[in-house]
């Protein structure tokens, strides 16, 4: 996620980021530049159609069509908006989830069970990066913390492995119920904590494995596609060869905000507008050993 201040307007009417959408879009819009000039020369200089009436109409219709498309991009991006929100809310659950277990942790067990402090201290952040990483669809090991009793490398790549951490994490408090280092009536008071994190990993991947339905995505880009492809028939007449660069802006805007709701419907990627979980997953690491240390 790029860190910046919303109050900076000058700054950032120029700055062009690596994701920014006018990189993206550079080559349709080179090309709907071409396809407009190519129909202004066509009506204008060659089939000379003039100030034809029923041409001119056309410009109504889009008068009339823009406000349909401004309330379909406006639901679009608020749809998005929600998605990429409700995930931050879910990170943000966990880093509460994990500070409470680590804090309830450490007033349950004695000073003298360091290896069950190790345990907790190494396997809450572990969960944190478990689950960043499953949501990226990647395995990366070397993120882990080894615990003595729970060495990384039991671990099956081919599992749920922040089922499999959390599974882990819950069988250690059982154990240590069993053996009398915790009460019975202390396993309650953990099991909300310990539930969360399954919750939590449960609400994002619906986020993630949940896309916006194809027919609405599909709708909306043939709206857009459609919509600029006769606004040059419709405004050539008034603007003349202006018309390109007009046809070119228009495009770039609806075909923006169309790929700005694309990127942060999933918020767990690694683009510059997705959620900063490295950070999470670090704070969670850091608050995690401070509490248990």
């Not at 190790?118 to 949501?135: D, E, S």
């Not at 339905?213 to 599909?218: E, H, I, N």
């Amino acid at each position: 996620m790029v860190d910046y201040n919303p109050k900076e307007w000058f700054r950032y009417i120029f700055y062009f980021q690596k994701a920014d959408t006018v990189r993206k879009l550079t080559p349709l819009i080179l090309g709907i530049g071409v396809y407009s000039a190519i129909v202004a020369y066509l009506l204008m200089i060659v089939w000379k159609v003039g100030t034809n009436t029923d041409l001119k109409n056309i410009s109504l219709m889009h008068s009339l069509l823009g406000f349909v498309i401004s309330m379909l991009l406006v639901f679009r991006t608020n749809t998005a908006y929600d998605r990429w929100w409700e995930g931050r809310k879910q990170w943000g659950s966990l880093v509460n989830s994990s500070r409470n277990l680590a804090l309830k942790i450490n007033a349950l067990l004695e000073n003298s069970h360091d290896d069950e402090r190790q345990f907790f201290q190494k396997m809450i952040p572990n969960y944190a990066f478990a689950l960043k990483n499953h949501l990226r669809n990647k395995y990366r090991p070397e993120e882990f913390e080894d615990a003595s009793i729970f060495p990384r490398n039991r671990l099956k790549m081919s599992d749920h492995i922040p089922n499999q951490i959390a599974s882990a994490i819950f069988a250690k408090v059982i154990e240590l119920q069993k053996n009398g280092v915790l009460l019975p009536e202390h396993t309650i008071l953990l099991n909300h904590e310990i539930e969360s994190l399954t919750n939590i990993c449960g609400a994002c991947e619906r986020i993630k494995n949940t896309p916006i339905p194809l027919s609405y995505s599909s709708f909306i880009k043939k709206f857009i596609f459609i919509y600029c492809l006769t606004l040059p028939i419709g405004y050539v007449f008034s603007l003349h060869m202006l018309v390109v660069p007009f046809v070119m802006f228009v495009f770039y805007i609806l075909a923006s905000l169309e790929v700005i709701a694309e990127e942060i419907e999933d918020p767990f990627g690694d683009d510059s507008n997705d959620l900063p979980i490295e950070r999470i997953c670090a704070g969670i690491k850091t608050s995690t050993h401070a509490l248990l240390s």
